[in-house]
C-alpha cells in the first residue's frame, strides 16, 4: 500500500527565505506526482505535475524534483511571501484506479 | 464558469437522511474523483469513474453510492448519513487516468 509522508508537518519563515518542503513515497511505481496548495477552508489548487519520466518542474518561484528510485520530492519555494502561506500537499498517483494517494501537508507561515 | 463546480458548498443534514453532493465539470475529462478530507486521516478515495457509466470503488467506499449517466456530472449519494460522514468532500477531475488532477472547492458536511 503506497505512503506518502511529508516533512515537516509545519514550517515557519521570515519573508523572503527560500525553503524547501520534503514528501517521500514508498511505492516507486508512480505516473506522477502533484504538489498541490490549500488555503483554510479553500479547495486544493495544482500547482505542479511531475511525470514519473521527469526529474523537475518549475513554475514562476516554485520548483519541483522528483527522485522516484529513491521515493523522494521536494518542493523549493524561493524567495517567500506571506502569500504563500498555506498548507502543501503532495500527491502521488498510482494503480490501476490512477488515485491519489496524498501526505498529510505542511502548514507553511510566511512571517512579513 | 468553465471549470469543476461543486454543490452545495455547506450541508447540515440528520442522521439517517439521505443527501447527494452535485459535481460538475465543464472540460469533458474522463476522469472523476470523490475524496474525503479528515484531520488526521487527509485525503482519501471513495469512489472514481473512469468515464460516463464506469465507476468503481476507492479506499473508504462504504456508505456511498455514485453515478455518472454524463461525462461532465459526478454526483455522490450518502444513502442514510451518519456522524462519521462529518467531513469535507472534494470532486476531482483528469483528462485520463495519469493525468494532472483539478479539484473542486469542497463540500463541507455535518451530519448531526
Known amino acids: 500500500k503506497q505512503e506518502v509522508t511529508q516533512i515537516p508537518a509545519a514550517l515557519s519563515v521570515p519573508e523572503g527565505e527560500n525553503l524547501v518542503l520534503n514528501c517521500s513515497f514508498t511505492?516507486?511505481?508512480?505516473?506522477?506526482l502533484q504538489w498541490f496548495r490549500q488555503d483554510p477552508g479553500k479547495g486544493l489548487t495544482s500547482l505542479l505535475l511531475?511525470?514519473?519520466?521527469?526529474r523537475e518542474q518549475t513554475s514562476g518561484r516554485l520548483n519541483a524534483s522528483l527522485d522516484k528510485s529513491s521515493g523522494r520530492s521536494t518542493l523549493y519555494i524561493a524567495a517567500s511571501q506571506p502569500g504563500d502561506s498555506a498548507t502543501y500537499l503532495c500527491?502521488?498517483?498510482?494503480?490501476?484506479?490512477?488515485?491519489?494517494?496524498f501526505g498529510k501537508g505542511t502548514l507553511l507561515t510566511v512571517n512579513p | 464558469d468553465a471549470g469543476i463546480t461543486q454543490s452545495p458548498r455547506y450541508k447540515i443534514t440528520e442522521t439517517g437522511r439521505q443527501v447527494t453532493l452535485m459535481c460538475h465539470q465543464t472540460?469533458?475529462?474522463?476522469?472523476m474523483f470523490w475524496y474525503r478530507q479528515d484531520l488526521g486521516h487527509g485525503l482519501r478515495l471513495i469512489y472514481y469513474?473512469?468515464?460516463?457509466?464506469?465507476?468503481d470503488k476507492g479506499e473508504v467506499p462504504d456508505g456511498y453510492v455514485v453515478s455518472r449517466s454524463k461525462t461532465e456530472n459526478f454526483p455522490l449519494t450518502l444513502e442514510s448519513a451518519t456522524r462519521s460522514q462529518t467531513s469535507v468532500y472534494f470532486c476531482?477531475?483528469?483528462?485520463?487516468?495519469?493525468?494532472?488532477?483539478?479539484f473542486g472547492q469542497g463540500t463541507r458536511l455535518t451530519v448531526v
Open positions: 476531482a477531475s483528469s483528462v485520463t487516468g495519469g493525468t494532472e488532477a483539478f
Open positions: 511505492d516507486s511505481a508512480i505516473y506522477n
Open positions: 511531475i511525470q514519473s519520466s521527469q
Open positions: 500527491a502521488v498517483s498510482g494503480g490501476s484506479n490512477y488515485k491519489l494517494t
Open positions: 472540460w469533458s475529462h474522463s476522469y
Open positions: 469513474s473512469a468515464a460516463a457509466d464506469i465507476t
